[in-house]
């Protein structure tokens, strides 16, 4: 079946311009998680949904941050005024229920700011 | 906050040899570890886990003990192939929020 998916594969913008970074989870998965990973390090948690609450924000690392999953399904990572410190793989992965599941990860989105 | 730490960063085996990658945590709340595979160009694979309540779990050639009093956990991979050479990332979770470590780069030499 369907894995995670994540749009767009790679992104390359201007310092300045805001992004928005979409995932699509497994089907039925209630949890969704955002992570960052710079090259060479594991991920970084940022944030995760259980249906469409935001259960923990604590990774974000500043108010330019912040994710959405309005409908409980897919979920919108936003970087405003992104910055070149923002350039980095950002991840996303679902499990079927709850923080002990399997984490499912997609494939990422390579964020280049220039 | 939570804190993991994971050793070696890079571990060279011959074909056929065990592997032993280890990681500790600060937080002695967290209870869930599960370990992850990456492959080049991919995003991390569950291989493993481990929750608070056990010491040990094995899968065919992969198991993982956990030492809660010493807030320690280890992956061990034995008679090692090829297709195993990848980079594993522990992890220590407490209510939906995972820590990684930063990796360990594992070569098996045919």
């Known amino acids: 079946g369907a894995g995670v998916s994540q749009s767009p594969r790679y992104k390359v913008t201007k310092r300045g311009q805001d992004v928005a970074l979409r995932c699509d989870p497994i089907s039925g998965h209630v949890s969704l998680y955002w992570y960052r990973q710079a090259l060479g390090q594991g991920p970084e948690f940022l944030t995760y949904?259980?249906?469409?609450?935001?259960?923990?924000k604590s990774g974000l690392p500043n108010d330019r941050f912040s994710a959405e999953r309005p409908e409980g399904s897919i979920s919108t990572l936003t970087i405003q005024r992104t910055e070149q410190r923002d350039s980095a793989m950002y991840r996303c992965?679902?499990?079927?229920?709850?923080?002990?599941?399997?984490?499912?990860f997609g494939p990422g989105t390579r964020l280049l700011v220039l | 906050g939570e804190n993991v730490e994971q050793h070696p960063s890079t571990l060279s085996v011959q074909e056929g040899d065990s592997a032993v990658i280890k990681c500790t945590y600060s937080?002695?709340?967290?209870?869930?570890f599960p370990w992850y595979k990456q492959e080049l160009g991919k995003g991390p694979q569950l291989i493993i886990d481990?929750?608070?309540?056990?010491g040990e779990k094995k899968d065919q050639r992969i198991a993982v003990t956990l030492n809660k009093t010493a807030k320690h956990f280890s992956l061990h991979i034995t008679e090692t192939q090829p297709e195993d050479s990848a980079v594993y990332f522990c992890a220590a979770s407490l209510a939906g929020k995972s820590t990684f470590g930063d990796g360990t780069t594992l070569t098996v030499k045919p």
């Open positions: 992965a679902s499990s079927l229920k709850g923080a002990r599941e399997t984490q499912y």
């Open positions: 937080d002695s709340a967290s209870n869930y």
């Open positions: 949904f259980n249906y469409e609450a935001q259960q923990d």
């Open positions: 481990i929750r608070s309540n056990v």
